[in-house]
C-alpha cells in the first residue's frame, strides 16, 4: 500500500538519503514535462485525496512528482481525478516519456472520476500520467512509481529431535542478506503436514542474522513451514514454504572417482561424493609434498549441502593443476553439533610429458601410499590415436614406476594420453597431447601401379590420401628404367596417384617407389613396385614376374584387346581369356579363327593377393605366321583339275612367281597382286609365247608378301603332267 505520510518524508533529504542508499532508486527518471498552461492536472493515488499528485514537477529531480513511489508488482491502484468540472478524463502508467497519451490510456468514467487498475508485473520505472480537459482547455499531471523487485526471505530451517522427549526443536535462521533488511516483518508457522498454518508475526528485526528457536510437541515426523515477509515500502508480501522433516545424523561422506581438468579450465576437479541430504558437507584439500593433515580449520575448498543421500558431482578448483592435491570430505551435524568424518580421502594424478626423438614420454605424479581407505593398487596408461580410438597401452603395479616412453607414434599426428591410478576408486589424470616432430615419417603401405590404354603407367597410394597423414605437404613419386636401375624423383605433388606419360610400357619394363614428405621432412622409400611388362618371344609370350602391388600377383589373365578402345575382346573357342600363375604362354596353342586376322593384340591382367584392384600390362602386338604351300606336280590339260600351279596359304596379300626350264631360261613370270580376291591365280603350264610347256620337271621362284608386310622367299621344283 501507498501511505500519504510515504509521500510527506519524501519531501526531505533523510528520506531521500535512504531511498538511494537501500533501494538504489536512479534520480534523473522524470515525468515527461508539459507547458505550463497544460500541466494543471491533480489526481490522488488509492484515495490519498490529501496528498494529490499536482502538475508534473516541471523538470525538477528532487520535485515530488519525480521521486519513485513504490508499489507491488500487480498491486491494485486507485486512481482519482480531482480536477472540478474535468472532462474526457484518463490515466495511463507505461514507460513511455512523452507527454502524449497512447492507446493503452484508460478513460475515467464521469460517474465516479476514478479507475481501479493493477501495477506492472515486471519491475521497473513506470510514469501514471493523467490526461483531462476543462473549459476547453487540455490539462496534465504525471507521478514516477517504481515497481519492487521483490525477493523471498532467506534463511535456514533445521528440526532435530529433542532427546529423551516427543518434542522436536525447530530453528529458524534469518540470514544476513540485503534483500532481508528491505523486510519490516516476518510472519512463519510450523504445523503438522496438510494442517491449517497458524501465522506468527515477528517486526522490527534490526539486526542479522536473527534466530527464531520453536518448540513443537507434536509426534508427528514432517511439518508445513510457511514463511512470508511484508516489504517496509509499498507493504507487498513474499511467501516461501517448505516441508519439515527431523534432521538425520549424517552418515560418514565417501569420496569416489576423482578426475583433474576439464575441456575448459585445466584447473577444474570432478569429484564424486556419498553424503547425507540436508546436510552442510564441507571437502577439504591438502598438498601432499608440504601437508600431512588437512587445516580444518581454515577455509574449505567447498561447502555444499545434498539434496538427496546419493553420490553427486562436485566441481572445484585447485591452485596449480600440475601439482598433486589431496581430498576428503567431513559433515556437519548440526543437531549434535559435531563433525563426522569421511572414511576415505583421494588424491589427484597430475599427468605431463614431452616429445623426444623416436617418441613421447609422459610422466605423473606418484600415487600416495597411507591414503585413508584407499590402498593402491596399479597405474592404467591409456592412448588416444588421431581416429579418437583409446587403448589401455600398459598396467604398472609398482607404486614407485611413473614413467612410460610411447615409441609407437607417427610424426606429425597428435596423441592424447591419460593415467589413472587405481586405488578402492579411480584417480583419473589430466589429458594431455603431445604431436612428435622428431620422428622420421613413416613408409607409405600398399602401393599399386597399372599400364594405361598401352601407354602410360599410374602409380597409386591405395591406403593413404594426402588428409590421412599429419603435416602432410606432397607425395613424391620415383622411378627407374629398369629392374636393377638407379632411381630418379619423376614427380612431386599432392595427388595419391600419378600417371607417368613420359614412358613407353612396351619398350621396356619400369619400376617406381613412393614416399611423402611432411612436417618431419620425407619419409622412407616404400615398397617398389613394378608394372607388368609383356613381351614376344618366339611364339611365346612372356611377362616379368616383379608385382605391380606391394602385395604379390597370384593369377594372372591374357586376353584379347582393342588397342583403340583398351576394351576386351571375346572370341569363342579361343583359348582366351587364358588363367596361368606362370609367366608365360605358347600364343600357338591358342585356337583364333583366321578371319580375326594377322594381327591380333594381347594385355595381361594381374590379380594381387589384396584384390581387388587388379592391375593391367602393355598390349603386346601378336602377328601370326603367315603360310605359303605349292604343289609338287600339276596337269594342265585343260580338264577342269588341277590346271593350275598356285600358292596356297593365309595371310597372303601378293604373290610373284617366276618359272625356269632346266636351262634356267624364265619362260614365266606371273604377279598376283590381290591375292585375297584372287588365290588361285598362277601358272597355267604356258610359256611367254602362249604354247604349252612340254611335260617334265621346271624350277619355280616364289615372292609372297603377307598382310603385316612381310616378305617370304621359295624355290622349288614343279613337274607339268599331260
Known amino acids: 500500500m501507498i501511505h500519504s505520510f510515504t509521500r510527506y518524508f519524501t519531501r526531505n533529504i533523510f528520506f531521500l538519503f535512504l531511498l538511494v542508499t537501500f533501494h538504489k532508486v536512479a534520480l534523473g527518471q522524470q515525468c515527461p514535462n508539459a507547458p505550463l498552461s497544460d500541466d494543471r492536472g491533480v489526481f490522488s493515488i488509492n484515495n490519498i485525496d490529501t496528498d494529490p499528485v499536482n502538475s508534473d514537477g516541471d523538470n525538477n529531480p528532487i520535485a515530488v512528482n519525480n521521486i519513485p513511489l513504490k508499489v507491488c508488482p500487480q498491486q491494485t491502484l486507485t486512481l482519482k481525478d480531482l480536477v472540478s468540472g474535468g472532462q474526457s478524463r484518463s490515466f495511463e502508467i507505461t514507460q513511455n516519456a512523452t507527454v502524449l497519451s497512447t492507446s493503452n490510456a484508460i478513460a475515467v468514467p464521469s460517474t465516479t472520476n476514478s479507475i481501479t487498475t493493477t501495477a506492472p508485473a515486471t519491475p521497473g520505472i513506470y510514469f501514471i500520467k493523467s490526461f483531462g480537459s476543462n473549459n476547453?482547455?487540455?490539462?496534465?499531471?504525471?507521478?514516477?512509481?517504481?515497481?519492487?523487485?521483490?525477493?523471498?526471505?532467506?534463511?535456514?530451517?533445521?528440526?532435530?529431535?529433542?532427546?529423551?522427549?516427543?518434542?522436536?526443536?525447530?530453528?529458524?535462521?534469518?540470514?544476513?542478506?540485503?534483500?532481508?533488511?528491505?523486510?519490516?516483518?516476518?510472519?512463519?508457522?510450523?504445523?503438522?503436514?496438510?494442517?491449517?498454518?497458524?501465522?506468527?508475526?515477528?517486526?522490527?528485526?534490526?539486526?542479522?542474522?536473527?534466530?527464531?528457536?520453536?518448540?513443537?510437541?507434536?509426534?508427528?515426523?514432517?511439518?508445513?513451514?510457511?514463511?512470508?515477509?511484508?516489504?517496509?515500502?509499498?507493504?507487498?508480501?513474499?511467501?516461501?514454504?517448505?516441508?519439515?522433516?527431523?534432521?538425520?545424523?549424517?552418515?560418514?561422506?565417501?569420496?569416489?572417482?576423482?578426475?583433474?581438468?576439464?575441456?575448459?579450465?585445466?584447473?577444474?576437479?570432478?569429484?564424486?561424493?556419498?553424503?547425507?541430504?540436508?546436510?552442510?558437507?564441507?571437502?577439504?584439500?591438502?598438498?601432499?609434498?608440504?601437508?600431512?593433515?588437512?587445516?580444518?580449520?581454515?577455509?574449505?575448498?567447498?561447502?555444499?549441502?545434498?539434496?538427496?543421500?546419493?553420490?553427486?558431482?562436485?566441481?572445484?578448483?585447485?591452485?596449480?593443476?600440475?601439482?598433486?592435491?589431496?581430498?576428503?570430505?567431513?559433515?556437519?551435524?548440526?543437531?549434535?553439533?559435531?563433525?563426522?568424518?569421511?572414511?576415505?580421502?583421494?588424491?589427484?594424478?597430475?599427468?605431463?610429458?614431452?616429445?623426444?626423438?623416436?617418441?613421447?614420454?609422459?610422466?605423473?605424479?606418484?600415487?600416495?601410499?597411507?591414503?585413508?581407505?584407499?590402498?593402491?593398487?596399479?597405474?592404467?596408461?591409456?592412448?588416444?590415436?588421431?581416429?579418437?580410438?583409446?587403448?589401455?597401452?600398459?598396467?604398472?603395479?609398482?607404486?614407485g614406476s611413473n614413467l612410460y616412453d610411447d615409441t609407437d607414434v607417427i610424426c606429425g599426428e597428435e596423441y592424447t594420453y591419460k593415467v589413472v591410478t587405481n586405488y578402492q576408486f579411480k584417480s583419473i589424470s589430466n589429458l594431455l597431447k603431445l604431436k612428435n616432430t622428431s620422428v622420421p615419417p613413416t613408409p607409405l603401405g600398399k602401393l599399386g601401379s597399372t599400364v594405361i590404354g598401352g601407354q602410360s603407367i599410374r602409380v597409386t597410394s591405395l591406403e593413404k590420401e594426402g588428409n590421412d597423414l599429419p603435416t602432410f605437404t606432397a607425395f613424391n613419386y620415383y622411378r627407374a628404367n629398369s629392374i636393377n636401375g638407379n632411381y630418379t624423383k619423376v614427380h612431386s605433388g599432392t595427388s595419391a596417384f600419378w600417371d607417368d606419360t613420359s614412358v613407353n610400357p612396351s619398350a621396356q619394363q619400369y619400376c617406381f617407389y613412393m614416399t611423402w614428405t611432411g612436417g618431419c621432412g620425407e619419409s622412407q622409400p616404400s615398397s617398389k613396385i613394378c608394372p607388368i611388362f609383356a613381351?614376344?618371344?618366339?611364339?611365346?609370350?612372356?611377362?616379368?614376374?616383379?608385382?605391380?602391388?606391394?602385395?604379390?600377383?597370384?593369377?594372372?589373365?591374357?586376353?584379347?584387346?582393342?588397342?583403340?578402345?583398351?576394351?576386351?575382346?571375346?572370341?569363342?573357342?579361343?583359348?582366351?581369356?587364358?588363367?596361368?600363375?606362370?609367366?608365360?604362354?605358347?600364343?600357338?596353342?591358342?585356337?583364333?579363327?583366321?578371319?580375326?586376322?594377322?594381327?591380333?593384340?594381347?594385355?595381361?591382367?594381374?590379380?594381387?593377393?589384396?584384390?581387388?584392384?587388379?592391375?593391367?600390362?602393355?598390349?603386346?602386338?601378336?602377328?601370326?605366321?603367315?603360310?605359303?604351300?605349292?604343289?609338287?606336280?600339276?596337269?594342265?590339260?585343260?580338264?577342269?583339275?588341277?590346271?593350275?600351279?598356285?600358292?596356297?596359304?593365309?595371310?597372303?596379300?601378293?604373290?610373284?612367281?617366276?618359272?625356269?626350264?632346266?636351262?634356267?631360261?624364265?619362260?614365266?613370270?606371273?604377279?598376283?597382286?590381290?591375292?585375297?580376291?584372287?588365290?588361285?591365280?598362277?601358272?597355267?603350264?604356258?610359256?611367254?609365247?602362249?604354247?604349252?610347256?612340254?611335260?617334265?620337271?621346271?624350277?619355280?621362284q616364289i615372292q609372297v608378301e603377307d598382310l603385316s608386310g612381310n616378305i617370304i622367299t621359295k624355290e622349288g621344283s614343279i613337274v607339268v603332267v599331260y
Open 136 to 399: 476547453g482547455t487540455g490539462y496534465y499531471a504525471c507521478q514516477v512509481i517504481q515497481v519492487v523487485d521483490l525477493e523471498k526471505p532467506k534463511y535456514t530451517v533445521k528440526m532435530c529431535d529433542v532427546a529423551g522427549t516427543s518434542q522436536k526443536e525447530v530453528t529458524i535462521v534469518l540470514l544476513d542478506e540485503p534483500s532481508n533488511k528491505l523486510i519490516d516483518s516476518y510472519t512463519y508457522s510450523v504445523t503438522p503436514l496438510g494442517s491449517v498454518p497458524r501465522g506468527t508475526t515477528r517486526s522490527g528485526i534490526n539486526s542479522y542474522p536473527y534466530s527464531i528457536p520453536l518448540t513443537i510437541s507434536s509426534g508427528f515426523q514432517s511439518y508445513d513451514l510457511e514463511i512470508s515477509g511484508t516489504n517496509k515500502v509499498g507493504g507487498c508480501v513474499k511467501s516461501d514454504s517448505r516441508t519439515l522433516t527431523t534432521v538425520s545424523t549424517p552418515l560418514p561422506p565417501l569420496l569416489g572417482e576423482i578426475t583433474l581438468g576439464s575441456t575448459t579450465n585445466a584447473s577444474e576437479v570432478t569429484l564424486n561424493t556419498f553424503a547425507t541430504a540436508d546436510i552442510e558437507h564441507k571437502i577439504w584439500m591438502r598438498d601432499p609434498a608440504v601437508q600431512s593433515t588437512y587445516n580444518t580449520s581454515g577455509t574449505p575448498a567447498l561447502t555444499y549441502t545434498p539434496t538427496a543421500t546419493a553420490f553427486a558431482i562436485k566441481n572445484l578448483t585447485v591452485p596449480d593443476p600440475t601439482k598433486q592435491y589431496c581430498f576428503k570430505v567431513n559433515a556437519f551435524d548440526i543437531c549434535n553439533v559435531k563433525t563426522v568424518e569421511s572414511t576415505n580421502e583421494i588424491c589427484t594424478t597430475p599427468l605431463r610429458g614431452d616429445t623426444k626423438q623416436g617418441g613421447n614420454t609422459i610422466i605423473w605424479s606418484v600415487a600416495q601410499g597411507n591414503l585413508l581407505g584407499n590402498t593402491f593398487r596399479s597405474y592404467d596408461v591409456f592412448k588416444v590415436d588421431a581416429s579418437g580410438t583409446e587403448s589401455l597401452v600398459k598396467t604398472i603395479t609398482s607404486i
Open 535 to 700: 613381351q614376344m618371344q618366339g611364339s611365346s609370350m612372356i611377362w616379368s614376374p616383379e608385382s605391380s602391388f606391394t602385395d604379390p600377383i597370384t593369377e594372372y589373365k591374357i586376353f584379347r584387346v582393342n588397342p583403340s578402345t583398351g576394351l576386351p575382346i571375346n572370341t569363342s573357342g579361343s583359348g582366351l581369356p587364358y588363367t596361368s600363375t606362370r609367366n608365360s604362354l605358347n600364343l600357338s596353342t591358342l585356337n583364333i579363327p583366321e578371319a580375326e586376322g594377322q594381327t591380333i593384340y594381347l594385355a595381361i591382367e594381374g590379380y594381387p593377393t589384396s584384390y581387388p584392384p587388379t592391375t593391367l600390362s602393355n598390349y603386346i602386338e601378336y602377328q601370326r605366321p603367315s603360310l605359303a604351300l605349292s604343289a609338287q606336280a600339276f596337269t594342265p590339260n585343260g580338264d577342269g583339275l588341277n590346271d593350275t600351279f598356285y600358292i596356297q596359304g593365309r595371310f597372303i596379300k601378293a604373290t610373284k612367281m617366276s618359272i625356269f626350264d632346266r636351262w634356267g631360261n624364265l619362260i614365266s613370270f606371273i604377279e598376283n597382286t590381290n591375292y585375297q580376291s584372287n588365290s588361285q591365280l598362277g601358272w597355267d603350264g604356258t610359256s611367254s609365247n602362249g604354247n604349252k610347256v612340254p611335260a617334265g620337271s621346271y624350277v619355280f
